[in-house]
């Protein structure tokens, strides 16, 4: 773990440079493809359902695959999420693993 | 338009945006936090929020994060993740044309969630003017660098994470951003496609493939759908 608040490693940065051109790209490529195209139908419905499906690739492993204690730790913080604060379902669902992982051994 | 417009339209930008705020100042502390727990510095992670600033990937690039960082890998991530802007961008079109080009450009690279949908919001009332646009989003940027810093700075003191349950804090933010995007039952099959493709990746692939695979498989999925109801759509621009 580093400490060093000035820290600045040549491959990170390489990492976050290429993190920033990628985004640049899907910031400015809309703009710039309207001018020529329109975009719509399938390809629209496809961009349409990209970060949606990307976040739930993302909480797959933890929410339906490591065991009881993650996915109902999950289902509860969706359950939180819908009626609360989100702090208040990200630190619920905290709080529920902690105590599921106690409970279920 | 007069210097007094300008400020005015500039306070209303930032009223606007103040209840979003709030949330910023969550997740760019718990950001900041994780960041650090994967060796990240202060300086790297101010770096990383003033470059790209956009809080859903950097939580993803974080969570998939390895030492030394796979740089293709998290790129690809971060193009992926964020494809949406360039349907946001094509919504935005309109409204940011006929402005100066170099506001117009610079108006994109500050282009995110939040300021875009207080944006389209907005623009159903009254010309969207870039004093209005920037009161939206220097606020949001300002906050978001100081709050991921600040994280950083004091999230590597924690020891032991899981203790906290912090290993299950990256699932449960995204848990939350997926709530925010749930706009009917249309998600329903992109979603479960994603979750069931993602879940045979994660058991038969090594490293993070199940994302982009879930991820495409979400995707075509979404594109077999079609779109949903094309008039609204269209309207909602």
New interface residues.
């Given amino acids: ?9 040549p ?25 020529r195209v329109t ?27 490591s065991g009881a204690a ?1 996915s109902a ?2 289902v509860l ?2 359950l939180l ?2 009626r609360l604060p ?2 208040v ?2 630190a619920g ?6 105590l599921l992982r106690t409970l279920l051994g | 338009m007069t210097n007094n417009d300008r400020s005015g339209e500039f306070t209303a930008g930032v009223l606007t945006i103040l209840p979003v705020l709030v949330a910023v100042v969550v997740y760019g502390l718990l950001f900041g936090a994780l960041a650090a727990q994967k060796g990240l510095s202060p300086l790297e992670v101010t770096v990383m929020s003033a470059l790209v600033f956009a809080g859903a990937s950097q939580f993803v690039a974080v969570e998939i994060w390895t030492s030394p960082p796979g740089v293709l890998l998290l790129a690809l991530t971060a193009l992926m993740v964020n494809l949406r802007h360039v349907l946001m961008g094509a919504a935005l079109a309109p409204f940011i044309r006929g402005w100066p080009r170099g506001r117009t450009w610079t108006a994109l690279f500050f282009m995110t969630d939040e300021n875009w949908a207080l944006t389209l919001q907005r623009a159903g009332r009254t010309t969207i003017t870039p004093a209005f646009y920037f009161g939206l989003a220097l606020p949001l940027y300002g906050g978001w660098i100081a709050c991921t810093t600040l994280g950083a700075v004091f999230g590597a003191v924690l020891q032991d994470p899981a203790r906290y349950g912090l290993d299950f804090a990256f699932t449960a933010v995204f848990l939350t951003l997926l709530v925010g995007m749930w706009k009917g039952p249309r998600n329903l099959l992109p979603w479960a496609a994603s979750a069931a493709v993602a879940t045979a990746a994660y058991f038969w692939l090594p490293g993070v493939w199940y994302i982009a695979l879930g991820g495409l498989a979400g995707t075509l999925a979404g594109a077999l759908q079609g779109p949903a109801r094309p008039k609204e759509a269209v309207d909602a621009v």
């Fill in positions: 773990m580093q400490s060093d608040i000035w820290a600045l490693d491959l990170t940065l390489a990492a976050i440079s290429g993190m920033a051109l990628a985004t640049w790209l899907t910031r400015f490529a809309g703009y710039w493809l309207l001018r975009v719509g139908g399938r390809v629209a419905a496809a961009l349409e359902a990209v970060p949606g499906a990307i976040l739930m690739a993302i909480v797959t492993p933890v929410a339906f695959a993650e730790a999950a913080t969706v999420a819908l989100l702090i379902a990200v669902g905290c709080l529920a693993v902690v």
